[in-house]
Structures are given as structure tokens and as C-alpha cells.
């Protein structure tokens, strides 16, 4: 009885000094599978829809272009392949499974191009798209040089002279379709269906593997090299002491890319929020993520990306010349990309229990 | 006194017990290692881990990866070393060459540091003195060496010792308030289980993170002496299975568990050993000859094996030496058998300046380390200060002048929220790697 008695005041004591207000209750736990739905049916696989679409019709036209070179079909190309280049920013951010297999950024949007290896190859015509060293001279940007040559009239670019250049345009734009097209027939439900594998509950959880694993992981991979450093950070030059490099810009040769950077934003902000419906920041309500001045993380993710937001709207297009004009403007969007880099690396990953890494290994 | 001294001396070393328990801790180290090896190959880590590096975070100045198809034949030779063992075929050469190359390949990235990787080496390195091939092994049957059915009780017990101090250590490391007050981060582990089948509603609850985070602070300090006790030796050893596949189910922790679950047999008593071992030898038609060498344990190897386990007992204290929390500076840290106990989280961004015009780069990090390269270093200060070296002496290469290299470091611990690790205004490339801890900043939360 007296043991009873003295074991009972240690564990009363010991759960006064718990420092959980309700030890007994439930963890905050979320259940991922809404959410993993939502992302999967309303984000991701119409965004590869919408890019299979948009390829395709971008190949239709260079077609057209190569088979009757007008004014007006040089127009249409130039239209299809910026809304390509739009449907592209919706996806960027999933670049694991068919995607990631397929090596589909590499065959989209490798910037800058070279522009020697592209005429070279023209000039041959000998060259295999599909290798890898043939990466910076295919692509939107590929397409980009090609549709809008620097130095070249409309009238001058749609001269006989350059067929052999609408020719590469034509098979460029349709490694484009074929891969884009195999990668969302492998998420489709009625294709390879990785969309069931992404929603299944064998791939709930945080471990290397897992479906937030791979989304989280995949997108601060693309958040950091291609949106901080490939759209901004590189042109305006943080990797080359302070030296502006322009022609490093996404869409340089067309002349849009603070319009891809906004829609590269809005790609983002859109998975964060899980559109209407449920997304990271609800998961990270659920299992109340805080900062350190006790703010909620989910605001404070929010905050910063209203802020990256606002800087965004101070750039302009083209993008280039701001860089060399103003870039303490362009400095400064690097800077709010800067910040959210380091919440989505740190504390939300943190917070949801996922590691980054890219690679499976053992811990202990 | 001088009397109960010599009986304990005979009681703990020189006793002569049955060799049974040794060559069944040969059989299962070696067959385990040879699986761990096979594992690695087929993983794919041997490239990922020690050929597409460009750079390396060694433990000791110069020692650096093999070129060419170097690290395949290291890890050719670690595995014929493992079946080595495993058979008792030129022991002595195969655990002094299993030592060696596997330490090497430890010692060469702190990246893959494990801990059970440092016992494994400890393990290799002790089992090089045992005379574990003195039965039921190829070097006796081929007439290398006479067969041994007895040995000092002492090399068993060395070996009880250190995972004692493994088991010891673990459990004394998770005497801790965020471990034992708020159950993180085993909360945060758990929360990510909760849809696994028939155990996942279970942990919902946060009381099961608490149930979780005592029972493991319990089990790891008194597993080894429930375990060395007769009468509560097979309940300890249940205890060792389920615990060990928990975590296996739980944690991505590898070959862990079973390596753990095979070495802890060694507590059993050597008549249980000799059971298990006479089936073996039946199931392979062994002939056991008359011809029986005895086997000592010498005065210098029992003097080496004292100086071992000081230092087992040594070096996971050494955090006390160092100011602040271990678990944010990791001063003392590693070799310490801190296992599964934290969750951390970092970012490093780091910049280049050219001392001359003061113009200054950020680093693209993943264009240098691979992803668990730059996982590793954001949040541990050696790691931070031997990648700043590299990257000044790279920046140099390039034609900067003196590059000052500075980084902005954030580090969350246990899902607490981020919180600047070191000063960015501090020119890393001009510290040493010994002494880094005292570059963290304290830790506010």
C-alpha cells in the first residue's frame, strides 16, 4: 500500500513536470490522404494535363511554321511555345517520379542555351536531342533563339534561307510532346497510374520514399536551383560576384521572364495553400508548427511569401535589362527568395519530420 | 581483499569456459557483415557515397577515397574479410583486414558517420585478439591451428562489455528534458507512423510517445544487466527482439536492429552456446578431434583489452569537458553513443568575398556536396568550417584573392523553430576544425 502511495506521487509528479498541457490526448496528427488527393487530382496531374496539351499544340504549330513559314504562323509559334512555357511553371515543382524518370526538365528548360552547339548542329544536321550533352541545345530556350534570333527581322526569319532552322525547331518541339506526353500518361490513372501510387496509404508518412518526402524534397530542390537561383539569382548575378550575367535569364531571346518568375510564384503559393482545398499549410496548423517568436509557422510561410510576392511585382519584363538598370530591385526579390528558401528547408521540413535528402540511407 | 581480488580476476578472465559462445559470435558478426556489405553494394552506395563526392568531410587530414574501381575492390575484399570470419578461414587476417578497410571507409566522409558503424569497427578490432576460429572453423580444418573447445572466460566478457557500454551509454544520453518531458523527437516520429496498420492508432496518442521515450531510456541502462543475469537472461533477450524490430519497423536504421539482436546472444551461458553449436556441427558432418590446444589470455592482451575499455568508458564522457549543450554544439557528440536521439535540421548559405575588391558570391552548395553531404554539414561546426577550407581553397583556384568565406547558418532542433548556429560575419576558412564547437552561437529557445 505505502509502495502504492509512493508510486503514485512519483508519477504524479513527474507529470507535473511533463511539459504537455494534456499528455493523455491525441498528437496533433493530419491525416495526409486528403491532402495528398488534392494535390495529386486538382494540382499536379492537370498541371502535367495542361503541359501534355500545351506541348503538343506548340509542336502543331512549329509544324505548321516549318511546313508554311508566315508571319502568322511564326505569330501562333510564338504564342504556343509561351504557353508552354506557362504550363511548364506548374509543373516544376513535382519533378520526382514520372517526371524525375523521364528527365523532364532537362528536356524542357535548360537555360541558357548554347547557341554555337545549336547552330552547329543545324549546320550538320547531324545530333541526337536525346543526349545529355545535347541538354543546352534543346528546349523552350532552344525554341526561343529560333523563333526570335536576335538581330533577325520577322520578315528575315521566315525566309527560305532558314529552313534548316524551323527543321530543328520542328524535332526539338517534338522530343518536347513525346516526353511530356509519357510523363503524364504515367501519372494518369488510366496509364501507369502513379497517381494511385502517390495517393495510396503505403506511401502516407515522412521517411525517404514517401510521398511528402518526395513533394517536399522535390520541391525545395526546384525552389532553390531553378526559381531562386536559375530565374533570378544567376542573372542578377549572386554567383559571380555581384557581375550581372542577363543572358542567363529564363526566356532571354523572347523577352517574358519576369511573367514566368510571377507564374512560378503563383505555382508555389498555390501548392502551399493546396489551392482551396487542403495543402502544406494546413498540415502545418494541424500539428501547430510554431517560430520562434511563437508565431504560427504556417503564417509566418505565409507572410513571406505575400512579401516575395510584392518584390515580384516590382520586376519587369524584360527581365535583362532591368538586371543591368536596376538591380538593386532584382537583389532585393532574391533576397525574399532567399527567406522562404530557408523556412521550407528548415522549419517546415522540420516540423513535418521529413529529411532532406535526395537519396535513401540509413540513419541512427 | 587480496584473496577476493584474485577470485573476481578468475571469475571475470581467466575462468575457463567452453569456446562455443566465441565461435557463434564469429559465425554471426561475419554472416551479418557480409550482408551489410552485399546491402551497400546493391544499394548503389558505394558510387553514391564514395566515388560522385566531390569533395569529402574526412575525420582525418589526407585520407580520401581510392580512385578508379578502388572502392569497389575495398569492398570486394570487406566482404571475402566477412566470409573470412563467418568460416574461420585465415582468421587473424581477416579480421585485421576487415578492421582495417572498414575503418578506412569510415574514417573517410563524417557524412556516413553511424554509430553503429564506430561499433562495428570496435567490434572488428577486438575480435582480431579472440581466438573465435579455435573451433568449428576452416584454419582448424585445414590444419592451420589445433582445435580449442576451452578459453578464458575474460575475451566473452569483453566483448559483454562493450555492449554494455553501447547499451549503457544510449540510455544515459536519453536523460534528458526535451527526450523524457516533452517525448521529442519521438513525437514527431511517431505523428509520422500514425497511418501504419495495426499499431498506427496506437500512436496518436502523446502517451505513447512517452510510454516509447521511457521505456528506451529503461531499456538501453538496464537491457545489458537483465541480460547478464541468469534467471531474467531470456525475458531481457525477448525484450532485446521486440525492441530492436520496433525500431527496425519504426526507423530507417538499416541492418541495425539485427546486428544488434545477433551480438547480444553472446550474454547467454556458454552450455547454451555449446547446444547450439554442437547442432551446427552435426548439420555439417564436423569431426571433432581429439587433439585439443589449450588457450591463454596473455598479460599484454589483458592489458590492452584494460586500456580499451577505459577509453570506452572515457570517451563518451568527454561531452562534459566542453561548455554548452551537446546536443546543439555537438562538441563530444560522435563515438558517444547517442543513438536515435535528436532530430536536426539545418541551412547553410555560404559566401565567397574577394579580399581585394570586396565583391562577394554565394555559393551554389549543390554544386559542390551532394545533398546528404549538405544535410550533414549545416548543422554540425566542424563539418561547416572543413567545407568553408574547401571552398576558399577552390575560390583561390579561381583567381579570387584571399577569399573570405562567411555562412549564414540556421538550425532547427527537435522541431523547435530555426534559429541562427554561428556568427555570418565570421571568416570560416581561417578556423581550425579543432575547436569549431566554440564558433555556435548559444542556444535560445
Known amino acids: 500500500m505505502r509502495l502504492l502511495t509512493v508510486l503514485f506521487l512519483a508519477l504524479a509528479m513527474l507529470s507535473s513536470c511533463v511539459s504537455d498541457k494534456d499528455p493523455f490526448g491525441k498528437m496533433n496528427d493530419f491525416d495526409q490522404g486528403p491532402m495528398l488527393e488534392n494535390l495529386a487530382n486538382n494540382l499536379i496531374l492537370p498541371a502535367y494535363l495542361n503541359l501534355r496539351d500545351k506541348t ?110 524551323r527543321l530543328y525547331a520542328d524535332e526539338v518541339a517534338l522530343l518536347m510532346e513525346e516526353v511530356s506526353s509519357a510523363v503524364y ?35 525545395n530542390l526546384d525552389f532553390e536551383r531553378n526559381t531562386r537561383d536559375g530565374k533570378i539569382g544567376i542573372p542578377v548575378g549572386i554567383r559571380s560576384l555581384g557581375e550581372p550575367i542577363p543572358h542567363a535569364c529564363e526566356a532571354y531571346y523572347a523577352g517574358y521572364s ?17 489551392a482551396d482545398d487542403v495543402g502544406l499549410d494546413d498540415y502545418l496548423q494541424a500539428i501547430e508548427a510554431t517560430t520562434t517568436q511563437n508565431e504560427d509557422l504556417s503564417v509566418r510561410i505565409d507572410t513571406q511569401f505575400k512579401a516575395l510576392i510584392n518584390a515580384g511585382n516590382m520586376l519587369e519584363d524584360p527581365l ?8 538593386v530591385t532584382v537583389q532585393t526579390v532574391f533576397a525574399e527568395m532567399q527567406r522562404l528558401a530557408v523556412l521550407f528547408k528548415t522549419d517546415m521540413a522540420s516540423s513535418l519530420g521529413v529529411v532532406i535528402t535526395y537519396q535513401d540511407n540509413d540513419g541512427d | 581483499m587480496l584473496r577476493s581480488k584474485s577470485m573476481l580476476a578468475e571469475r571475470l578472465v ?37 566515388i560522385a563526392p566531390r569533395v569529402y568531410f574526412p575525420f582525418l587530414p589526407g585520407v580520401e577515397p581510392l580512385p578508379g574501381v578502388g572502392m569497389y575492390a575495398v569492398f570486394f575484399v570487406m566482404a571475402l574479410a566477412s566470409a573470412g570470419i563467418a568460416l574461420g578461414w585465415f582468421y587473424r587476417i581477416s579480421t585485421a583486414t576487415f578492421f582495417v578497410l572498414f575503418t578506412y571507409v ?26 573465435a576460429h579455435g573451433d568449428f572453423s576452416m584454419d582448424v580444418r585445414r590444419g592451420a591451428r589445433r582445435a580449442t573447445d576451452h578459453v578464458p572466460v575474460g575475451f566473452m566478457n569483453v ?80 525484450c532485446v527482439v521486440v525492441f530492436h524490430l520496433m525500431t527496425w519497423w519504426l526507423f530507417p536504421i538499416g541492418m541495425f536492429p539485427f546486428i544488434m539482436i545477433g551480438l547480444t546472444t553472446v550474454f547467454f551461458s556458454p552450455e547454451e552456446h555449446l547446444k547450439v553449436l554442437r547442432q551446427l556441427k552435426s548439420l555439417f558432418r564436423w569431426q571433432d578431434s581429439p587433439d585439443v590446444q589449450n588457450i591463454r589470455i596473455s598479460n599484454p592482451l589483458v592489458k590492452l583489452f584494460a586500456v580499451f575499455m577505459a577509453l570506452q568508458v572515457l570517451i563518451p564522457l568527454r561531452f562534459l569537458s566542453y561548455p554548452g549543450d551537446v546536443f546543439w554544439t555537438e562538441a563530444g557528440y560522435r ?81 523547435r523553430p530555426s534559429t541562427r548556429f554561428i556568427d555570418p560575419e565570421v571568416d570560416l576558412s581561417k578556423r581550425s576544425v579543432i575547436g569549431s564547437h566554440s564558433l555556435v552561437l548559444p542556444h535560445t529557445h
Open chain 2, 159 to 238: 566483448l559483454r562489455f562493450q555492449l554494455m557500454v553501447v547499451y549503457f551509454f544510449a540510455g544515459l544520453a536519453k536523460i534528458n528534458s526535451d527526450w523524457l518531458l516533452s517525448a521529442q523527437p519521438m513525437k514527431m516520429w511517431l505523428s509520422a507512423n500514425t497511418h501504419r496498420p495495426v499499431l498506427g492508432p496506437i500512436l496518436r496518442y502523446k502517451l505513447t510517445a512517452y510510454v516509447f521515450s521511457w521505456f528506451g531510456m529503461v531499456y538501453d541502462l538496464s537491457i545489458a544487466f537483465f541480460l547478464s543475469l541468469n534467471v531474467t537472461r531470456r525475458f531481457a533477450f525477448l
Open chain 2, 335 to 415: 563515438f558517444s553513443w547517442r543513438v536515435m536521439l535528436m532530430e536536426k535540421a539545418g541551412s547553410a548559405t555560404f559566401y565567397v568575398r574577394d579580399s581585394d575588391t570586396g565583391r562577394q558570391s554565394m555559393v551554389a552548395n549543390y554544386e559542390h556536396l551532394t545533398p546528404q553531404q549538405e544535410k550533414m554539414m549545416a548543422t554540425q561546426p566542424d563539418m561547416l568550417v572543413q567545407y568553408a577550407h574547401y571552398l576558399h581553397d577552390y575560390y583561390l583556384q579561381q583567381g579570387m584573392t584571399d577569399p573570405i568565406v562567411t555562412a549564414d547558418v540556421f538550425v532547427t532542433l527537435n522541431g
Open chain 1, 56 to 165: 503538343k499544340s506548340l509542336r502543331e504549330a512549329v509544324s505548321d511554321y516549318r511546313l508554311a513559314p508566315t508571319i502568322e504562323s511564326l505569330m501562333a509559334s510564338r504564342e504556343a511555345l509561351k504557353s508552354a512555357r506557362l504550363a511548364w511553371q506548374e509543373c516544376s515543382p513535382y519533378q520526382f517520379g514520372p517526371s524525375e524518370s523521364n528527365g523532364l526538365a532537362g528536356i524542357l528548360n535548360i537555360y541558357p542555351v548554347d547557341t554555337l552547339k545549336i547552330n552547329r548542329n543545324i549546320e550538320s544536321g547531324e545530333y541526337n536531342l536525346t543526349t545529355l550533352a545535347n541538354a543546352d541545345a534543346r528546349g523552350f530556350q532552344t525554341l526561343g533563339y529560333l523563333l526570335y534570333r536576335p538581330g533577325l527581322s520577322d520578315q528575315e526569319l521566315i525566309s527560305s534561307a532558314l529552313q534548316s532552322d
Open chain 2, 106 to 131: 569510415e574514417l573517410i566522409d563524417k557524412t556516413n558517420y553511424l554509430n553503429h558503424y564506430y561499433f562495428l569497427s570496435l567490434i572488428a578490432f577486438l575480435l582480431i585478439w579472440m581466438p
Open chain 1, 258 to 274: 519576369a511573367e514566368l518568375f510571377s507564374a512560378s510564384i503563383a505555382t508555389y503559393y498555390t501548392l502551399y495553400k493546396g
Open chain 1, 320 to 327: 535583362p535589362e532591368q538586371i543591368l538598370n536596376d538591380q
Open chain 1, 185 to 219: 500518361d504515367q501519372w494518369s490513372s488510366q496509364g501507369g497510374n502513379y497517381l494511385g501510387t502517390f495517393t495510396s496509404e503505403d506511401s502516407y508518412g515522412v521517411n525517404v520514399g514517401s510521398s511528402v518526402g518526395k513533394l517536399i524534397n522535390a520541391m
Open chain 2, 14 to 50: 581467466t575462468a575457463k569456459v567452453s569456446i562455443a559462445p566465441l565461435v557463434t559470435f564469429r559465425l554471426l558478426f561475419g554472416l551479418l557483415m557480409l550482408a551489410s556489405v552485399i546491402r551497400f553494394c546493391a544499394y548503389g552506395w558505394i558510387h553514391q557515397q564514395y
